[in-house]
């Protein structure tokens, strides 16, 4: 992302030790890799069943967009906009792959482009706000998205959203069914986490630690704040867009109420339960939230009841999500 290269400036890594954090690099990992592989590998074992295929492509997509709100949450700032960028990504691709006819791969990067383009304008202008002002221009932005969205006639169907989007296709191989779509949707989420937890063995991801604990001491450290939580900003905001451009081709339709602001909500929902700080929490977050959606579609209100319900009980008794569960057994263990 060469909008995403021109903030990474080179600052020195903080002073202050960063947090722990079950994001941390470490010997753990590689216990965690293969119960990766075998969690994405698992709809192989049920492909006679559409709907647990169905499932698995959506917990994937969700990983990849929840990622996103985990980078930029490590910075102290909670962007309730999340979805808008994922529609942003979502539209573009569509567009470009039905009006314009491009490939596949030209379509998504051209959905994640404009996200993190959309990403970096609206952050130089809100990025100086901390705190409830923060989450109230991204609340607003979200809304204003959507409505563009519903106003946007021809080009984006209104109400009535774009449908009959042809299938992926990659190397003239179409994506048509649910089972070969997930591989797609399965490598594409295995890499996001591989990218994340690359990024925080980095200077760069020390410092988004250092911004998101302490912004006084990591200013005082030489860490540019702005341009740190810009950056984790971009970032985010690009795998949202590649979650919407991903999901876009793969309902084979779009519309403005699938990017409205209780897709942000979910999004947040599903981060706080897995645990914020870690790579593994928008993994668990997703694993359990995105059948909720499915399983209780026709009954919306028990769906939100349920929602409510596991964020009041997560907050209350696993104030660090379900990942804290496995820190506090290491703690009786005396593990590190």
């Known amino acids: 992302m060469d909008d995403a290269s021109t903030m990474h400036a080179h600052h020195p890594a903080p002073t202050a030790p960063a947090p722990a954090s079950p994001a941390a690099p470490g010997g753990a990992w590689k216990a965690w890799i293969p119960a990766l592989l075998a969690l994405f590998a698992a709809p192989m074992l049920l492909a ?177 704040i702005q341009s740190t939580q810009m950056f984790a900003f971009l970032l985010g905001s690009g795998l949202a867009g590649f979650a919407g451009a991903l999901l876009a081709h793969y309902l084979g339709f779009v519309s403005p109420e699938s990017f409205s602001q209780h897709v942000s909500v979910a999004a947040i929902i599903m981060l706080v339960i897995g645990g914020r700080g870690s790579v593994v929490g928008p993994i668990l977050g997703a694993l359990i939230m995105t059948p909720l959606p499915e399983l209780f579609r026709s009954a919306i209100e028990t769906q939100n009841i349920l929602y409510g319900i596991t964020l009041i009980l997560v907050l209350k008794f696993l104030p660090m999500g379900l990942v804290g569960i496995g820190a506090r057994l290491r703690r009786k263990k005396g593990t590190p």
């Open 48 to 224: 006679g069943n559409p709907f647990y295929v169905h499932l698995a492509v959506l917990i994937c997509i969700n990983v990849i967009f929840v990622n996103g709100l985990s980078v930029i949450s490590r910075t102290g700032q909670l962007s309730f906009c999340h979805a808008a960028f994922m529609g942003m990504g979502a539209f573009t691709a569509v567009i470009c792959t039905t009006r314009l006819q491009t490939p596949f791969f030209v379509s998504v990067l051209a959905g994640v482009g404009l996200s993190v383009l959309v990403a970096w304008l609206l952050g130089a202008v809100i990025l100086r706000l901390q705190g409830v002002y923060f989450v109230l221009v991204t609340f607003c932005f979200g809304e204003l998205f959507r409505l563009v969205l519903l106003e946007g006639g021809s080009l984006t169907g209104g109400a009535n959203g774009i449908a009959n989007i042809p299938p992926a296709s990659v190397f003239g191989f179409a994506l048509d069914t649910k089972l070969s779509f997930y591989f797609l949707a399965a490598a594409s989420a295995f890499a996001s986490i591989v990218l994340l937890i690359a990024l925080f063995k980095t200077p760069r991801g020390h410092e988004l630690d250092a911004v998101g604990d302490n912004p006084d001491l990591a200013e005082a450290s030489g860490i540019g």
